[in-house]
């Protein structure tokens, strides 16, 4: 069965803890709010679900930077989360510390959740309060819009015609 879970905690004023994990294995990184980490992952995200085969979003820990990358085939998303040691590095100097495999209606579900708890957790007000700009309510919809949408057959395993 597939497992993938995502956590967002707003850890102090500009900064956020991200916990993902799998059937193997969990990565921490962190989140300033000096870009735009929570909405580039959404997009990214939503890009997948759009068509996209390779999309990437950056969390800026300055002066640390994790790399999300997606890679898209069919219904399949392999996901690599990078360490590195600045922002601008080139992806080979990064080193990768989680890596994934699964459906994309997994890690749509999975990202959808995440903000859903955060919003329940802490209100869009504090949300604002504590990370020091607005809940992504945008680029949240726009994923849930475009995942709710989708054209393409879900690999769920079908009955067998009588």
């Known amino acids: 069965m597939a497992h993938l879970r995502l956590v967002w905690v707003l850890a102090g004023r500009g900064w956020a803890d991200c916990v993902v994990s799998d059937h193997q294995a969990e990565a921490e990184v962190t ?3 000096v870009t735009a980490a929570p909405e580039d992952l959404l997009t990214a ?3 997948l679900i759009a ?3 390779e999309c990437r979003a950056q969390f800026e820990a300055e002066p640390t ?3 999300w990358i997606f890679y898209r085939e069919g219904t399949n998303v392999w996901i690599r989360l990078l360490e590195l ?9 990064g080193t990768e510390i989680w890596s994934t495999q699964q459906n994309i ?3 749509a579900r999975a990202v959808i959740r995440c903000f859903d708890e ?4 802490y209100g869009e007000s504090a949300y604002r309060g504590k990370w020091g700009e607005h809940f992504p309510r945008t680029e949240l919809e726009a994923l849930r819009t475009v995942w709710r949408t989708r054209t393409w057959v879900p690999s769920v395993p079908r009955k067998p015609s009588d």
Do not use: I, L, W
């Not at 601008?88 to 100097?93: E, M, T």
């Not at 955060?118 to 957790?121: I, M, Q, S, Y």
């Open 85 to 93: 040691a600045h922002g601008s590095d080139h992806d080979n100097a």
């Open 105 to 107: 209606d997994v890690v």
């Open 31 to 33: 989140a300033s709010y």
């Open 118 to 121: 955060v919003v329940r957790e």
């Open 45 to 47: 995200v939503t890009r």
């Open 51 to 53: 068509g996209q085969t």
């Open 65 to 67: 930077a994790f790399r």
